[in-house]
C-alpha cells in the first residue's frame, strides 16, 4: 500500500487567485512544489479532506496529466474518501460543476486556464470550486492566499500512479478513486433542459450547424450531443480532438481566433448557424450567416426567448449580468418585468444570486451565459439554447437580431483591450482616473458631458459582502457608458480593459458600423484617462 508521505514545505510568493482561479504559465506550476503547496493549501481551507468526496478533471491542457495524478496522490494522503475523476482527467467546467452537485461532494479541483493558450510555453490553472458548484467566493479564495502564505507542509501518497483512462473504480490508500464518463451527466442535464426533438427535426432539415470545439475540450461533448443525440450531420463538429496544445491554437471563441468559423459563417451560401467554445467549455461564440453575435446581445437574446425552451417555459426570475456587460439584457428585463443584478466581472459573484433563485440566467461580455442548472457558465448550453429558439422560431440570426434590435434598441458595444502592459503604468493609469472620479460630472470630454462617475462596488443581496474597486465607470447625459479596468486573468503583465456602449433606440440608426458608432466614446476615454500617453500604445491590442 502506498506510503503516506508528510512533505516539508515553504511558501511560495505570488499564489493569488484571480478573476478565476490561480493561472500561470506552465513552467511556474511545473516547479517543484508549485502546485502541491496550492492544492494542500485549498485542502487545509476547506477544513480538510477527511472523510469527504472531491471532484476533479480538468481541460485536458499540457500538464494536465501530471496534475491530475499529483491530486489524487494528495487528496489520498489527506483522507479523503472518495476522488470522482473524469475519464482521461477531462471534465469541462460546466460538466465539474454539474458532477459537483449532483454527488453532494466537498467540491471540486478544476485545471484549466479556460481560452488562454496551452503547452508546455503556455499557461495553466487550478481553481477550487465550493459544493454547490460554483467558483469559490472572494472570502475562500483569499483564505486559500493566505494559506499559501504560510504553509510548511504538504501530505501526497509515495509513487502513487493511478489509471485514470479506464472508467471503474480503483482503491488507493483507503481512497476510492472512480473514474467517470466525462460526458453522459451533462448530456443527460442537457436532455432534460431543452426539446430535442425539435432541435433534432431543426437539425436533420437541411438547417447546415457548424460547431467549432477548437481541439479543446468540448469535442468529446459536441460530438455525442449534435452529431450522436441530434442528428446533424457527421462533419458539423470541427476541430473536435482535444489536444495538449490546441493544435497551437490560441482556444478563445472570439472572431479573431475563430478564423475558420468565421470564414465559413462569412461565406454566401454557408452554414445558418455557427458556434465555438473556449478550452474548458464554458465560453460560446455564436454566429448566424452574416452575422457575428456580440455576446451582450446574445445574452440579452436568451434572455428574451428562453421561454421557448422546456426548462425555462415557465419565465425567468432575474436576469443577471457582469457590470462592464452590455445594458442590453436589462432593456429586455425591463419588459419582461423582471429584476437585473449588476455585479463585478467573474461567475463567481453570480452563485449566491443562483443559489437564491434570484435570478435564472446570468452573462458577460467575454462570451460567458448560463443558468440556474450549474454554477458556471455554460458554452454548449448557450448554443443548445439557440438551437432550440432556432427550432421553434424558423427564422434566420439575422431576422432574429433586427427584430430584437427593433423591440429592445441596440447598444452598440465594443471591449477595447490593451495587453501585457507594464503592471505599475497600468496600475497608476487606473488610480489617476479614480483620483479625479469626482471631478468628472460636468465636465465634457469629446463633445460628451459626464453625469455620473464612480468605482463600481457591490454589495452581495445574499451573503452580505462588499466587493469595492471593480471597475471604474463613467456615464454620460445619453446614457453611454464607458468602464475601465484591469483583468484579473492574464499571466504577463497587465491588461487594460475598456468597454464601451451607446444605445440606440431608432431602427434606421440600428445597422451601422461598430467601431465608428463608438469613436466619439473612444476619444473621450483617451482624454480621461491618456491611456496613449501612460502605456505608449495607440491603439488597443484587440477590439472585441
Ligand atoms: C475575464 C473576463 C471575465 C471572465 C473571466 C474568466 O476576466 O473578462 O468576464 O469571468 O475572464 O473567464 P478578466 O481577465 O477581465 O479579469
Ligand atoms: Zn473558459
Known amino acids: 500500500m502506498s506510503q503516506v508521505n508528510t512533505i516539508t514545505t515553504s511558501p511560495i510568493d505570488g499564489q493569488r487567485p484571480g478573476t478565476s482561479g490561480l493561472r500561470k504559465k506552465t513552467q511556474v506550476f511545473s516547479q517543484p512544489g508549485y502546485l502541491e503547496n496550492f492544492v494542500q493549501s485549498i485542502f487545509d481551507t476547506i477544513g480538510g479532506l477527511k472523510g469527504s468526496t472531491l471532484v476533479l478533471g480538468g481541460d485536458g491542457r499540457y500538464f494536465n496529466r501530471q496534475a491530475v495524478q499529483t491530486v489524487i496522490s494528495m487528496a489520498a494522503a489527506n483522507g479523503a474518501a472518495r476522488v470522482l475523476v473524469g475519464k482521461g482527467g477531462i471534465l469541462s467546467t460546466p460538466a465539474a460543476s454539474l458532477v459537483i452537485r449532483k454527488h453532494k461532494t466537498a467540491g471540486g479541483i478544476i485545471l484549466s486556464a479556460s481560452h488562454n493558450p496551452g503547452g508546455p510555453d503556455g499557461d495553466f490553472g487550478i481553481k ?6 460554483g467558483p469559490a467566493p472572494e472570502s475562500v479564495t483569499e483564505a486559500i492566499y493566505a494559506r499559501t502564505r504560510e504553509i510548511d507542509r504538504y501530505q501526497i501518497l509515495e509513487e502513487c500512479h493511478c489509471d485514470i483512462d479506464r472508467e471503474g473504480t480503483v482503491e488507493i490508500a483507503n481512497t476510492r478513486v472512480e473514474i467517470i464518463d466525462s460526458v453522459a451527466d451533462y448530456i443527460a442535464l442537457m436532455r432534460s433542459i431543452f426539446d430535442f426533438a425539435a432541435i433534432r427535426e431543426l437539425l436533420t432539415s437541411g438547417f447546415k450547424l ?4 477548437m481541439h479543446a475540450v468540448t469535442g468529446p461533448y459536441a460530438l455525442a450531443l449534435f452529431e450522436d443525440e441530434l442528428g446533424a450531420p457527421q462533419g458539423s463538429v470541427f476541430n473536435a480532438v482535444p489536444l495538449p496544445d490546441f493544435g497551437g491554437g490560441h482556444p478563445d471563441p472570439n472572431p479573431v ?4 468559423l468565421m470564414q465559413a459563417m462569412m461565406s454566401p451560401g454557408g452554414p ?6 473556449d478550452g474548458d467549455g464554458d465560453r460560446n461564440l455564436i454566429v448566424g450567416r452574416g452575422i457575428y453575435v456580440a455576446p451582450s446581445d446574445s445574452l440579452a437574446v436568451l434572455v428574451a426567448n428562453a421561454h421557448l425552451a422546456p426548462a425555462y417555459a415557465g419565465g425567468l426570475s432575474g436576469v443577471a449580468r457582469s457590470m462592464p456587460t ?23 459573484f453570480f452563485g449566491n444570486l443562483l443559489d437564491e433563485g434570484l435570478v435564472t440566467i446570468c452573462g458577460e461580455e467575454s462570451a460567458g451565459t448560463g443558468s440556474d442548472h450549474v454554477r458556471e457558465k455554460d458554452g454548449l448550453w448557450a448554443v443548445l439554447l439557440w438551437l432550440n429558439i432556432l427550432a421553434e422560431r424558423r427564422e434566420s440570426v439575422i431576422d432574429i437580431m433586427s427584430a430584437h434590435w427593433q423591440q429592445f434598441g441596440r447598444n452598440y458595444y465594443s471591449r477595447h483591450d490593451y495587453e501585457n502592459i507594464d503592471s505599475d503604468a497600468a496600475a497608476g493609469l487606473i488610480s489617476a482616473v479614480r483620483d479625479q472620479l469626482g471631478q468628472l460630472p460636468g465636465q465634457s470630454f469629446a463633445g460628451l458631458r459626464v453625469v455620473t462617475a464612480d468605482d463600481f462596488c457591490y454589495d452581495d443581496p445574499v451573503d452580505g459582502s462588499t466587493s469595492r474597486n471593480q471597475g471604474i465607470r463613467v456615464i454620460m447625459e445619453d446614457g453611454s457608458r464607458i468602464v475601465m479596468r484591469l483583468s484579473g486573468t492574464g499571466t504577463e503583465g497587465a ?20 467601431q465608428q458608432v463608438l469613436a466619439p466614446l473612444v476619444a473621450a476615454a483617451e482624454e480621461i484617462a491618456r491611456i496613449s500617453t501612460i502605456t505608449g500604445r495607440t491603439e488597443p491590442d484587440t477590439r472585441t
Open 128 to 133: 477550487y470550486n465550493v459544493p454547490a458548484g
Open 210 to 213: 457548424h460547431f467549432d470545439a
Open 257 to 260: 481566433h475563430a478564423k475558420e
Open 272 to 277: 445558418d448557424f455557427g458556434a465555438a467554445s
Open 326 to 348: 452590455s445594458q442590453a439584457a436589462d432593456c429586455v428585463a425591463e419588459k419582461l418585468g423582471i429584476p437585473v443584478f449588476e455585479t463585478p466581472t467573474g461567475w463567481k
Open 495 to 514: 491588461t487594460l480593459r475598456v468597454y464601451l456602449e451607446i444605445f440606440e433606440p431608432d431602427p434606421i440608426k440600428q445597422h451601422g458600423d461598430v
